[in-house]
């Protein structure tokens, strides 16, 4: 398991992209976080088994019915002792 943050551009505020990307990571008993970044774009920290990756990189990319996503990067984590899930949630 890694724990990989993904930067998401396009059309994602202001249109559920939270929301959305909360309840699908849910759904899938993903832990990590999704916030919005004051440059426009989203940040989604989980904690993916490698199995998990291309799924989540789908569910990432086709958002809520009403985003758009332009662009995703993703690095893995490697310090992680300061990152404590408790599900899948959205921060603020």
Avoid: C, W
Avoid at 4 to 9: A, N, P, T
Avoid at 27 to 53: C, S
């Amino acid at each position: 398991m890694h724990v990989y943050r993904f930067i998401i551009s396009g059309k994602v505020q202001g249109v559920f992209y939270r929301k959305h990307i909360q309840q699908m990571a849910s759904l899938g008993q993903i832990p990590g976080y999704v916030r919005n970044l004051p440059d426009g774009t989203v940040e989604v920290v989980a904690a993916l088994h490698d199995d998990q990756l291309e799924d989540f990189l789908t569910i990432l990319r086709n958002g809520s019915p009403m985003s758009r996503v332009d662009d995703i990067t993703r690095e893995i984590i490697d310090d992680q002792d300061d990152i404590i899930f408790d599900g899948f949630e959205i921060r603020y």
